[in-house]
Structures are given as structure tokens and as C-alpha cells.
């Protein structure tokens, strides 16, 4: 599928615009309360209406809109400190995610991972409730999960989940964990989108594509804020940990199998 199909797709079969649209809202609530998992959540169904090499870049380009308006109304709120730990690992990782996908067989390298997401994730579904927020951290500890996000994000467009782990952990406040999210997955997709620049997968058909998706975006926002206002820090940390376990799996039936 050429993108000069991906409107026609979306007019000659309506029902797979409502999914796409559907899949949107839900990606961008769920960015909204924990800070990933857009694609996740919409990659397969915007699949099926336009070219899957367009699907990631795409998604950075909400990601970034999303991230950043998501991030603008708890602006204040952002945890400076925490952020300047993990920001230049981020940075780093994504170069080096980058070299990694030109030089390592991906497939070991996603099963791998996969393997370690579903750890994580189950062992905090185990715990059945959040350790404590604010708990110290080992020196270097923040350096090195912005260095593995940004590697992920680097390999596999996708390494928010470390950033949320990680700060989740550290902070007690809803309102600094949702800005300080906001503000990295903002500044490492936007570093991605430059990258699809780079390589010309970003194109005008693209942003126009991309532009029709904005009012799904936003109403996913919208609601996953409405959804966090309701929700327990518990919950959110049961959430966050059951996407992880998903997450895990489907990075390894997309990668692996």
C-alpha cells in the first residue's frame, strides 16, 4: 500500500477508519496514564490503512503532539531533577539503539527483551501493590535507564515504559510524573521524527495523514486525563505493569516468531 492509497483505503472502507480512529483514542488515553504503549495499542490497526513503514513514524509524530499537550497542562509540575538524571542517557541510548539496529540481528535481540519486559512487568503484578515513591536509588542508576530507554527507542521506537517505570518509582506526585513523562517522550520522539527525516520517511503525504489523526489524538488525551483523575496510584501501578507484560509479548510475536 502506497500512501497515495491511504485516503482512498479510508474512503472506500469506512469501518476501517472508525478502527483506526478507535485505536487512536484508546493509544493516546493509555500514553495519557502511564506514558506509553501508543504503539502498542494502535500500530496493527493503522496497519491495515496505510504502509507499515509509515505506521512508526506516524506515531512519533503524535506522540510528540500528544506528549507535549499532554505535558503543557501540568507544565510546572515537571521534576527537573529527575529529568536531567535520565535525559543525557536518553540522548546517548538513542544514538547507540541506532548503531545497534545496523550491526545486531534484531530477532535475538527483541526476544531478549521481550522476555525481560514480561519479567519486569509480572513480578510487579506479583507485588500486588507500589513500593513506596521517593525510595533511593543506586549512583548511576538514572544515567542507566535513560541509556536503555533510549537504545529501545532507538531499535524499537519504543522505550517510554523505562522512563515510567523508573518514575513511578521515584515520584509521588501524579502531576510530576505525568509532566516529566510528557517532557521526555516529547524531546525522544521528536529526536526520532528528525531521524525519519533523515532516511525520507517522512513526507508530506505522511503529515497530511498524520493531520486527519490530531482530533483522535486529542480526544484520547482528553480522556485518559479525565480516567488519571480517578484512578488510585495503586491502579495506575497495576496498569502500568499489566502493559508491560503485553507489551513484552508482542514485542516478541512481532520480532521473534
Not at 546517548?92 to 522476555?115: D, E, I, K, N
Not at 525510595?135 to 529501545?152: H, N, T
Request: charged share 10%; glycine share 10%; aromatic share 8%.
Amino acid at each position: 500500500m502506497t500512501d497515495t492509497t491511504v485516503f482512498s483505503a479510508f474512503t472506500d472502507h469506512p469501518a476501517l477508519l472508525l478502527l483506526a480512529f478507535a485505536a487512536v483514542v484508546l493509544a493516546y488515553a493509555v500514553l495519557t496514564l502511564v506514558g506509553f504503549g501508543s504503539a502498542l495499542m494502535a500500530s496493527a490497526p493503522l496497519a491495515m490503512v496505510m504502509p507499515v513503514a509509515k505506521v512508526i513514524p506516524m506515531l512519533a509524530m503524535l506522540d510528540c503532539a500528544g506528549s507535549s499537550l499532554r505535558g503543557w497542562r501540568v507544565r510546572k509540575a515537571v521534576a527537573w531533577r529527575e529529568f536531567g538524571r535520565l535525559f543525557p542517557g536518553m540522548l546517548l541510548g538513542q544514538v547507540v539503539g541506532v548503531l545497534f539496529l545496523a550491526r545486531l540481528p534484531l530477532t535475538w535481540m527483541a526476544l531478549a527483551l521481550g522476555l525481560f519486559v514480561i519479567w519486569q512487568g509480572a513480578r510487579g503484578l506479583l507485588a500486588r501493590s507500589s513500593p513506596p515513591a521517593g525510595q533511593p536509588e543506586r549512583p548511576y542508576a538514572a544515567l542507566g535507564k535513560g541509556l536503555l530507554g533510549g537504545v529501545l527507542g532507538g531499535l524499537f521506537g519504543s522505550g517510554g515504559f523505562i522512563y515510567a517505570a523508573y518514575l513511578e518509582r521515584r515520584l509521588e506526585s501524579r502531576d510530576a510524573f505525568r509532566a516529566t513523562q510528557a517532557l521526555l517522550i516529547a524531546l525522544s520522539t521528536a529526536w526520532r521524527i528528525l531521524l525519519c527525516l533523515s532516511v525520507g520517511l517522512v513526507d508530506l503525504a505522511l503529515l497530511k495523514t498524520a493531520l486527519l489523526f490530531v482530533p483522535a489524538m486529542a480526544l484520547g488525551v482528553h480522556a485518559g486525563h479525565h480516567i488519571d483523575l480517578r484512578i488510585s496510584r495503586a491502579q495506575l501501578f497495576m496498569l502500568l505493569n499489566g502493559l508491560l507484560v503485553v507489551s513484552g509479548a508482542v514485542l516478541i510475536g512481532r520480532f521473534a516468531i
